[in-house]
T-cell receptor
Framework: AQTVTQSQPEMSVQEAETVTLSCTYD???????LFWYKQPPSRQMILVIR??????QNATENRFSVNFQKAAKSFSLKISDSQLGDAAMYFC?????????????????FGKGMKLTVNP | EAGVTQFPSHSVIEKGQTVTLRCDPI?????LYWYRRVMGKEIKFLLH????????ESGMPNNRFLAERTGGTYSTLKVQPAELEDSGVYFC????????????????FGPGTRLTVL
């Protein structure tokens, strides 16, 4: 079974600075997806960024970028120019890309999450 | 476009009582998922509906939990009787049909229902 580990329960960063959130995972599959989700206080969880395992190029979405190290099974998220609105719980998640004629499971496997505080 | 909605936002019940959580997916989304986060732990998958059928219910903890999705629209998750360890936040998510012309269908999450069992 796949597992996702976020070893840092909390982090803080100064506004406008850069912060890196770490995530490691374990799987025996060769093809899969990795995600970072963000849940602001009292709000819905939203997808921040997605990485397909077969792609060597690291995904980037504006101020958010990942460092995907497939051999090391590491998937960190870098937030540049941190803003107050980045304060949230961040969850790392894994999804198998396997699919069969019966449909297969689309379940996400999450880490425990990490609370990011942005200081003005 | 309305997002995934969940009701209630918060429920406090006593051990042994029954609670029913509701999820309304994004209109047109065939896939509906239930997840749960117990305080301080991972968000864990409970089950996955494709339309009204249970595609994967491998994460359902025991037979005190009953999920339904009659008509393939909204879904309910009933806990009966509730136990202390059922406390947590229950998330619902939805996504388009797998073969909707995309290689990956993003799951859109609702705000969650916080369940407290006393």
């Amino acid at each position: 079974a796949q597992t996702v580990t976020q070893s840092q329960p909390e982090m803080s960063v100064q506004e406008a600075e850069t912060v890196t959130l770490s995530c490691t995972y374990d799987t025996s599959e060769s093809d899969y997806y990795l995600f970072w989700y963000k849940q602001p206080p009292s709000r819905q969880m939203i997808l921040v960024i997605r990485q397909e395992a077969y792609k060597q190029q690291n995904a980037t979405e504006n101020r958010f970028s990942v460092n995907f190290q497939k051999a090391a099974k590491s998937f960190s998220l870098k937030i540049s120019d941190s803003q107050l609105g980045d304060a949230a719980m961040y969850f790392c998640a894994y999804k198998s890309s396997e699919w069969n004629s019966q449909g297969g499971s689309e379940k996400l496997v999450f880490g425990k999450g990490m609370k990011l505080t942005v200081n003005p | 476009e309305a997002g995934v909605t969940q009701f209630p936002s918060h429920s406090v019940i006593e051990k042994g009582q029954t609670v029913t959580l509701r999820c309304d997916p994004i209109s047109g989304h065939d896939n509906l998922y239930w997840y749960r986060r117990v305080m301080g732990k991972e968000i864990k998958f409970l089950l996955h509906f494709v339309k009204e059928s249970k595609q994967d219910e491998s994460g359902m903890p025991n037979n005190r939990f009953l999920a339904e999705r009659t008509g393939g629209t909204y879904s309910t998750l009933k806990v009966q009787p509730a136990e202390l360890e059922d406390s947590g936040v229950y998330f619902c998510a939805s996504s388009q049909e797998r073969w909707a012309g995309v290689s990956y269908n993003e799951q859109f999450f609702g705000p969650g229902t916080r369940l407290t069992v006393l």
